[in-house]
Nanobody, 119 residues
Framework: QVQLVESGGGLVQPGGSLRLSCAAA????????MGWYRQAPGNQRELVAT???????NYADFVKGRFTISRDNAKNTVNLQMNSLKPEDTAVYYC?????????????WGQGTQVAVSS
């Protein structure tokens, strides 16, 4: 059993910053790619950023230069530093991870954390 627990969402003014954190816990042998997705009302869930064990990162064009993803392989955590936030960044942000447990490898999702950018 694997759980991803997110924290750090909230309400912020345009131009502000938030830091999201996600911790994976359970029978984890190895965490491969970890990342963040988001879903705004009426929209499909979309990729925000991913990071692999070797530090290779991938960002959606709409966050390049504003968001930074990082991870701690030893702790199985992934963070998303969000700067220069815009109202269009308002969404529920989900942590995702590709995890090898002792019995299987699969994708896992967190429960989501709300980010609201508004004046």
């Amino acid at each position: 059993q694997v759980q991803l627990v997110e924290s750090g969402g909230g309400l912020v003014q345009p131009g502000g910053s938030l830091r999201l954190s996600c911790a994976a816990a359970g029978n984890i042998f190895l965490a491969y790619g970890m990342g963040w997705y988001r879903q705004a009302p009426g929209n499909q869930r979309e990729l925000v950023a991913t990071i692999f064990r070797d530090g290779w990162t991938n960002y959606a064009d709409f966050v390049k230069g504003r968001f930074t993803i990082s991870r701690d392989n030893a702790k199985n955590t992934v963070n998303l530093q969000m700067n220069s936030l815009k109202p269009e960044d308002t969404a529920v942000y989900y942590c995702s991870a590709d995890i090898q447990t002792w019995t299987r490898r699969g994708g896992y999702w967190g429960q989501g954390t709300q980010v609201a950018v508004s004046s």
